[in-house]
C-alpha cells in the first residue's frame, strides 16, 4: 500500500512523517558526508525515489552512494530485492527493506517507503524524507559532485523555485494520488480540478520557457518529469486523470519528451516496473491486477523542437556521462535505444 490513508468520503491526505535524520558535511545528525557509506534504495516505478536516481545521475555521485533497487512489486511487508541474485540486497545483505528500517526504529510502524537511504555500516536506515534528499545531494555532496555537475538548485532562483515546486508538489505530484486514491465522488472531483488548473498553468508557463525556471534544468524540472512520465501509462487510466492524456497537451508533451531524452532523465524510466507496480500492488483499485498493454512509447523518442526557445540546459556544466551498465534500464522496458538517452 501506498504510505498514506484515506478513509471512505474522505480526501486522501499522504502520511508526511518521516525518518528525518540527515546527512550533512558537518555530520551534525551523527551522518556525516563520506563517499562509500551510504546506500541509496529505490524502486524504478516510484516517482518519489525517480526524483533521486536523476539528481545522483545529473550530480554524478554514482561513486560516492551506491544504488539499491526493488522490484516493482511487493509482498506483504512491501519492498524486496526481488531482483537480486537470491532476493537479497548484495550490499545489505537484507531481503526487505522492512528491516532497514527496523535496524533504525525496532517495530517501526509507518509506511515502508522508497526512496530510503541507509547507512551500510550498520544497516539502519537514515532517512526517508525524500523531499530533502536530493536538495541535499545538491547542498551537502558538492564536493563530490562530478566536474561539469549542473547548479539545479540556484541560489538566485530559490524563492521562486520554492514556490513553483510547492505548487507542482501539492497540486501535480501528489493531485494525481489525490483523483486516485479520492475516498468520495466530492473528493474526487475537486482533486480532478485542481490537477487540471495545475496542468493548465504549466502548459501556459512552458509554452514560453524551455525549462521551469527558464533557460536552464533545475530540480523543479526532475519533480515534474516524474509525474509527466507516469501521466499516460497510469495516472490517465488508473488514477483517473482523465481529462485529456499528456500527449494531448503540446507545450507539456513537447516539454517532458525534451527532458526525455535529455541524459539523466528518460535513462532512468522503466516503462514496464511502472506500470507492473501500480496495476499490481493497488489492489483495491485494480482487483484483477491485469497490467494494461499500451499506451504505445514510440511518441517519446518525436523530435519535440524545444531548442527553438533557447536556452542553456546545463547552465555553466554539461550533460552527465551515459549510465553504467549495471544501472542500464532493460531495453524492453523503454523507447530509448540501449536504455540509453539518445540526445
Ligand atoms: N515517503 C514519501 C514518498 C515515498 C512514497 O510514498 N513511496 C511509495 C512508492 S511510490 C512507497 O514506498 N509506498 C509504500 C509502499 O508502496 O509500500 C511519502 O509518503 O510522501
Redesign the pocket.
Known sequence: ????YVLPGQEYS???S?IESRITRDGADGWPVEPGRYRLVV?R?????NRTIIVRRLLGLEDSISLALCGPT?DMR??TFDLDEGEHDPVLGIHWLAEAYYRRVPGYRK?????AIVDVPTGAVVT???ARMTLAFSSEWQEHHREGAPDLYPEALREEMDAVMKRVYTEVN?GVYRCGFAGSQDAYDDAYERLFTALDWLEDRLATRRYLMGETITEADVRLFTTLVRFDPVYHGHFKCNRNKLIEMPALWAYARDLFTTPGFGDTVDFAQIKS?YYE?HTDLNPSGIVPGGPDLSGWLEPHGREALGGRPWGDGTPPPAPRTEELVPQDATPLPGGVASA
Do not use: L
Not at 500500500?1 to 498514506?4: A, P, R
Not at 516505478?45 to 525515489?49: K, Y
Not at 509506511?111 to 526512496?115: A, E, K, L
Open positions: 500500500m501506498e504510505n498514506s499522504r502520511d508526511t518521516y524502486a516505478a516510484c516517482p518519489w525515489a511487493h512491501s519492498w509506511g515502508i517507503t522508497v526512496p526517508n524524507d525524500f501528489n507496480h500492488v
